[in-house]
């Protein structure tokens, strides 16, 4: 089943992206264990694709204006997070890019342990 | 009052320098599932297989099971809970133990951690539990022995250093006695002219009472200040048993590479298939014969493929691995039995038949090998021992036709009587091993026919007495026994003299 549902993910979408017209219709055809499946696919997916850009403050328009370059072409978020104190926090796919100072502390903390 | 302040100021900038965070990429996953000790991952793409994955609590594990879509890990140490849907993360580091001299004499666990209550113990160096076995180049055959202290064993199943020698039989045959009495025989060796050999006992899937009685008869009989015991009892959990024989082997390896000869125990390997076979069964792999995983094969013979003996170009260290597997109802020829049996260098085969007859240690010399053989033995030793084998062959047959209770010709008697006190003599108490040049001794008078005329019940305290009047009276024949190490005519006739003068004091 598992098998099944990943290729139904890789029709649900237009050049690579997701594409909602085409979800609505795979998504009818299927059962509810299926169905289950294939949201839980689809919202990982669709994790995957966003690219978050935490900050500490609010991201300034020089940094939005560099990451859009980079990642060009996807989806960007750039919430605020004053945990990270300061600095910022990329995350894209499975990947974290971490250059803030909450990130830099708990390595001071860890090797300490 | 300035200056120091200004020192200290320095001082702390050079320690903020020293932690040198860069900002970097990690790879991240989302715990999908938890059970059974059992993380399933999603994301984590770039982990690789062994590798350490940290948790969002703290937690640690191991990637155990690279799947198309998921990582499975296995976990070693839980802090609080892990959550559906919390961050796991790559941490670049395989599974590895600290190693160091200040191991000596502790209890600790597969990942190192005291278990004795004692303080922490500082590692000198970081060794990791997976590791190839050394190559063909760096080895050399094995030709030091390696003494047991045990009569049976050191005379006809004599054990080398870099050799793997199984220990099998069933539950309650003296399996771990013969181990133990092998460590506890290294302290012997101290000041001799043979390397000291270090020992780690490997206690997988035991009772905690079980270690801790181990653990106080080895400091009873001097034994633990050149031993490690490694231990996951059996309330630990399969994952850390299933390291342990490897976190033992990592830290054998540490003062391998020291050129320190090593004996390493693993107490038993059966209880390791089963954490194994636990963790295969939790991670949906395909069972194969009696429910282990196809590679089960794999994992024991990588294992003792570490044991080594390695030249003298690369450190002239060695591993002696001492695996323990238990049987059920004698049965040899089950799965892991036959698996380890044709790994290993030889094994020593224990029955509780012998063992309830009295006739211990329970080895059933007959179909106990040992395939390094007499290179790995003195020469004194191997040209006593001979006989001592052809001597037992023989008389396990005659008393098979004995039985019948026909009339026996003299020769055959003689043989039946000569077969009936070496067995006696090779009987041995646990916890006593005994020195070589003593086995040398009372083997020769036996299987020289000096015993012949001593009733079958004195045997024993023949033996102890002849022991002591020759450490007492005649300590220079012991020390010359100890040095020369061949049979010479001289030593030869010495020990007639001595066995004769000894057995008029004895009658008396
Ligand atoms: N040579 C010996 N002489 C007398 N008693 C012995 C001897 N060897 C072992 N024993 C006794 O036999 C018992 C079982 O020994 P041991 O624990 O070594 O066996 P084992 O095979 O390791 O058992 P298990 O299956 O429980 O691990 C112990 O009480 C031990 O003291
Ligand atoms: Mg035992």
Not at chain 2, 201 to 218: F, M, R, T
Request: net charge positive.
């Amino acid at each position: 089943m598992q098998k099944k549902i990943k290729n139904l993910v890789l029709l649900s979408q237009t050049k690579g992206k997701l594409d909602g017209s085409k979800i609505l219709t795979i998504a009818k055809t299927l059962g509810r264990k299926e169905l289950a499946l294939y949201y839980r696919m689809l919202y990982q997916k669709r994790h995957e694709e966003k690219v978050v850009v935490k900050t500490a403050i609010a991201a300034p328009g020089s940094l939005i204006l560099r990451v859009r370059k980079i990642f060009a072409g996807q989806d960007i978020i750039f919430p605020k997070e004053p945990s990270l104190i300061a600095g910022l926090c990329v995350q894209f796919a499975d990947f974290i890019f971490d250059a803030s100072f909450q990130g830099y502390f708990s390595s001071i903390r860890k090797s300490y342990d | 009052m300035t200056k120091s302040t200004d020192e200290i100021l320095i001082q702390l900038q050079k320690k903020l320098n020293a932690f040198g965070f860069e900002p970097g990429l990690t790879n991240v996953g989302t715990v999908e599932q938890m059970g059974d000790g059992v993380v399933t991952v999603s994301g984590l793409s770039k982990v690789a297989m062994g590798e350490m994955v940290e948790f969002e609590d703290g937690s640690t594990g191991f990637a155990f099971n690279l799947d198309e879509d998921y990582v499975s890990v296995i976990l070693l140490s839980t802090k609080t809970a892990i959550t559906s849907g919390s961050q796991a993360r790559k941490t670049g580091n395989f599974l590895s133990i600290g190693a160091a001299e200040a191991f000596l004499g502790r209890v600790v666990s597969p990942l190192g951690e005291p278990l004795d209550g004692k303080p922490g113990i500082k590692a000198a160096k970081m060794m990791p539990l997976e590791r190839i076995a050394p190559g063909v180049v760096l080895r050399k055959s094995v030709n030091t022995p390696l003494f047991t202290g045990i009569k049976s064993i050191d005379s006809m199943i004599p054990i080398g250093r870099g050799q793997r020698e199984l220990i099998i039989g069933d539950r309650s045959t003296g399996k771990t006695s013969i181990a133990l009495d092998a460590i506890i025989n290294q302290k012997v060796a101290r000041g001799s002219r043979r390397k000291q050999v270090l020992c780690i006992y490997v206690a997988i899937g035991q009772k905690q009472g079980n270690v801790a009685q181990i653990v106080d008869k080895l400091g009873e009989k001097g034994a633990l200040s050149y031993t490690i015991i490694v231990a996951a009892g059996a309330s630990d959990g399969a994952a850390l048993q299933y390291i342990a024989p490897f976190a033992g082997c990592a830290i054998a390896e540490y003062f391998l590479q020291k050129g320190q000869d090593v004996l390493i125990v693993y107490d038993d390997l059966t209880k390791h298939s089963f954490a194994y076979r636990q963790l295969s069964l939790v991670l949906k792999r395909p069972a194969g014969r009696e429910a282990y995983p196809g590679d089960i094969f794999y994992l024991h013979s990588r294992l003792l493929e570490r044991a080594v003996c390695l030249n003298e170009k690369n450190g002239g260290g060695s591993i002696t691995a001492l695996p323990i597997v238990e049987t059920q109802a004698a049965d040899v020829s089950a799965y892991i039995p036959t698996n380890i049996i044709s790994i290993t260098d030889g094994q020593i085969y224990l029955e509780s038949d012998l063992f309830n007859a009295g006739i211990r240690p329970a080895i059933n010399a007959g179909i106990s090998v040992s395939r390094v053989g007499g290179a790995a033995q003195t020469p004194i030793m191997r040209k006593i021992a001979g006989p001592l084998r052809l001597d037992l062959a023989q008389y396990r047959e005659l008393a098979a036709f004995a039985q019948f209770g026909s009339d026996l010709d003299k020769a055959t008697q003689t043989r039946l009587d000569r077969g009936a006190r070496i067995t006696e003599v090779l009987k041995q108490t646990n916890y006593a091993p005994m020195r070589q040049a003593h086995q040398v001794a009372i083997i020769w008078a036996v299987t020289n026919g000096f015993l012949d005329d001593i009733a079958i019940d004195d045997v024993s305290r023949f033996e102890i007495e002849f022991i002591e009047y020759l450490e007492n009276v005649e300590k220079k024949l012991i020390d010359k026994i100890d040095k020369e190490e061949k049979l010479t005519d001289e030593i030869a006739k010495d020990l007639e003299k001595e066995v004769i003068k000894f057995k008029k004091r004895f009658k008396i």
